[in-house]
């Protein structure tokens, strides 16, 4: 296969995750990893939501630790 077809599929793959978890997290995630965040609006939530797919591994990982934070308590 082609190096650059390789780099595309991967690309695609990351994209794809991060809008599955992107929207997740906008509807769900947000309020539990900020709790400014847990009343805000619907469009603070579409303006955060390309951030939340590109750095979707490290918003997971934040998401995860809150969760087990609150767990705790």
């Known amino acids: 296969m082609?190096?650059?077809?390789v780099?595309?599929?991967a690309a695609g793959a990351y994209a794809?995750?991060?809008?599955?978890?992107?929207?997740a997290f906008v509807l769900r995630?947000?309020?539990?990893v900020d709790e400014a965040a847990r009343h805000?609006?619907?469009?603070f939530r579409l303006v955060i939501l390309p951030g939340a797919v590109a750095l979707w591994p490290w918003l997971l990982a934040k998401w995860l630790r809150?969760?087990?934070e609150k767990g705790r308590t």
């Open 29 to 32: 995630g947000v309020g539990r």
């Open 40 to 43: 805000a609006p619907m469009g």
């Open 2 to 5: 082609d190096p650059a077809m």
């Open 7 to 9: 780099i595309l599929l």
């Open 16 to 23: 794809g995750a991060g809008l599955v978890f992107g929207a």
């Open 66 to 68: 809150a969760g087990a």
